[in-house]
């Protein structure tokens, strides 16, 4: 089963970028789509973004344009690239592959 630890989350004020990072144990995940989460308080767990194992993403229309998801297979790490944050921003984001429980997230907060 692949172990994922996310990191990389923290405090941005609203224009600002963040960078989160996804790392992997083992090889396995390098054949597999990964995706991106995020939950917001009070809010469902919701899909952000996906790439698949040979690098083609998809994006929620909510982070279109603003987040951008790329993936390392060398270093066993996918990232997810934030820019332009805003508040609605906020939440805690996980990472996630068909095979892995959902790890702790990082949490992720853009003040206004």
């Known amino acids: 089963q692949v172990q994922l630890v996310e990191s990389g989350g923290g405090l941005v004020q609203a224009g600002g970028s963040l960078r989160l990072s996804c790392a992997a144990s083992?090889?396995?995940?390098?054949?597999?789509?990964m995706g991106w989460y995020r939950q917001a308080p009070g809010k469902f767990r919701v899909l952000i973004g996906t790439?698949?194992?040979?690098?083609?993403?998809n994006y929620a229309d909510s982070v279109k344009g603003r987040f951008t998801i790329s993936r390392d297979n060398a270093k066993n790490t996918v990232y997810l690239q934030m820019d332009n944050l805003k508040p609605e921003d906020t939440a805690v984001y996980y990472c996630?592959?068909?095979?892995?429980?959902w790890g702790q997230g990082t949490q992720v907060t853009v003040s206004s």
């Open positions: 996630k592959v068909p095979t892995s429980d």
């Open positions: 083992g090889t396995a995940f390098r054949f597999t789509t």
């Open positions: 790439i698949t194992s040979s690098g083609s993403t």
